[in-house]
T-cell receptor
Framework: DQQVKQNSPSLSVQEGRISILNCDYTNSMFDYFLWYKKYPAEGPTFLIS?????DKNEDGRFTVFLNKSAKHLSLHIVPSQPGDSAVYFC????????????FGKGITLSVRP | EAQVTQNPRYLITVTGKKLTVTCSQNMNHEYMSWYRQDPGLGLRQIYYSMNVEVTDKGDVPEGYKVSRKEKRNFPLILESPSPNQTSLYFC???????????????FGPGTRLTVL
């Protein structure tokens, strides 16, 4: 039973345009959500996060939106750059002592020059 | 430089030959974890450790062991590797503040394991 779903395996956008990466979750106990970026031959690196008490968090070109009622979050990258081409993982965790992250399968973003 | 290191980065071995993948972090993090990444499955947690001598199973612990004798080290042990453990493995650590899971995890560079 997959609790964090990234249903689109890949996304291709033109440089300078907006990239929108979507993520859905089923566990209503999740209260913290994160996006990680992964380049080939490297470990995932933290990108941006959002707590369930917020509906938006922005950091430079990256904005994460959370819709709790729909159990949906999205990552917006504006403007997209070729260096953003990577695999993006959505992750979520429940409140509590175990910092367990439940990951989605990832989405491969390709930004065309 | 704050980092999580893993060794080896690449390993090819044969079925049944015990191996250990080491993980070390220099950030004084309490929480450490092992994940495996497989095509189409994303990252799945194998084991985690809340602190020294405190470890617990993640989602896919079968065939693996861990130990946490020191805060900085969290080795992953495959007592009798099998081909279905061929995967990309990541170690991660985070600072657990107040026991809440709100701190981001820092990942190592990964270990690509092939079991023939």
């Amino acid at each position: 039973d997959q609790q964090v779903k990234q249903n689109s395996p890949s996304l291709s956008v033109q440089e300078g345009r907006i990239s929108i990466l979507n993520c859905d979750y089923t566990n209503s106990m999740f209260d913290y959500f994160l996006w990680y970026k992964k380049y080939p031959a490297e470990g995932p690196t933290f990108l941006i996060s959002i707590s369930s008490i917020k509906d938006k968090n922005e950091d430079g070109r990256f904005t994460v939106f959370l819709n709790k009622s729909a159990k949906h979050l999205s990552l917006h990258i504006v403007p997209s750059q070729p260096g953003d081409s990577a695999v993006y993982f959505c992750a979520a965790s429940e409140a509590g002592a175990n910092s367990k992250l439940t990951f989605g399968k990832g989405i491969t973003l390709s930004v065309r020059p | 430089e704050a980092q999580v290191t893993q060794n080896p980065r690449y390993l090819i071995t044969v079925t049944g030959k015990k191996l250990t993948v080491t993980c070390s972090q220099n950030m004084n993090h309490e929480y450490m974890s092992w994940y495996r990444q497989d095509p189409g499955l994303g990252l799945r947690q194998i084991y985690y450790s809340m602190n020294v001598e405190v470890t617990d199973k993640g989602d896919v612990p079968e065939g693996y062991k861990v130990s946490r004798k020191e805060k900085r080290n969290f080795p992953l042990i495959l007592e009798s590797p099998s081909p279905n453990q061929t995967s990309l493995y990541f170690c991660a650590s985070s600072l657990v503040a107040g026991g809440l899971s709100t701190d981001t995890q820092y990942f190592g560079p990964g270990t690509r394991l092939t079991v023939l």
